[in-house]
């Protein structure tokens, strides 16, 4: 039956979401942790595979990959990543979505074009979870097919979506995908795991300009054909 009071609850969760790239250090305790993981679970999969497999960091924990990975990051660079996320040839509209972001962000931090010194300053926040008291380092086991990466982003929005619906904030980092191997060493992982990415949460500060960020949407009559209606 159609609840209007929780479907706005739920529209809430999902419209509020944005990438949050600075965080108060105030906790989030692993109950609450626990919790959102227990909520993001009930993602589908296909025949119930459930290919997640999570490390959820804090504390010293947190920080010793943190180190880890820009040592690596201001001296010898990335590790390479093990799959393609984004296109080897850009073309529009998303290179202009891509452009987009990277001038709005850098507009609101007082990044000047060709100030690569203060853009890779920024770039580095990601490996810091950019604050955040949560971590997380999602993986998924190399045997399983690239069609489980679709239900492995079903499982992270439910995991944002729960966050949001707490007061809580996330940032999705496909950037740590770049140091799977860093990763690798300091948190133990089997070979036979991939590094897919990262996540901060947290909560938002609110005195961050980097948070004001809000990116645009193509609305559904711009990607999609309606037919039979």
Request: proline residues 5%; negative net charge.
């Amino acid at each position: 039956m159609y609840d209007p009071v929780a479907a706005a609850h739920v529209d809430h969760a999902i419209t509020s979401r944005r990438s949050i790239r600075r965080f108060l250090p105030t906790p989030v305790s692993k109950a609450t942790v626990s919790e959102l993981l227990e909520i993001a679970a009930r993602a589908p999969s296909g025949t119930n595979v459930q290919p997640w497999k999570v490390y959820a960091l804090a504390g010293e924990e947190k920080e010793a990959l943190s180190r880890a990975i820009l040592d690596k990051f201001n001296s010898t660079g990335m590790d390479g990543r093990e799959f393609d996320y984004y296109p080897t040839e850009w073309a529009d509209p998303w290179l202009s979505r891509r452009r987009k972001i990277g001038f709005d962000l850098y507009g609101l931090l007082g990044i000047g074009k060709g100030d690569k010194e203060r853009m890779k300053e920024q770039t580095g926040r990601n490996y810091q979870f950019f604050d955040a008291p949560v971590g997380f380092i999602f993986t998924m086991d190399r045997q399983l097919g690239q069609g489980m990466f679709i239900d492995y982003g079903m499982f992270m929005a439910n995991l944002m979506t729960a966050a949001r619906a707490r007061g809580l904030d996330t940032c999705a980092q496909a950037a740590f995908a770049d140091y799977h191997q860093t990763i690798r060493e300091v948190l133990g992982i089997p070979e036979n795991e991939l590094v897919l990415c990262g996540m901060s949460l947290g909560h938002a500060d609110p005195t961050a300009p980097e948070n004001k960020l809000e990116t645009e949407r193509e609305p559904a009559a711009g990607f999609t054909s309606f037919r039979g209606f």
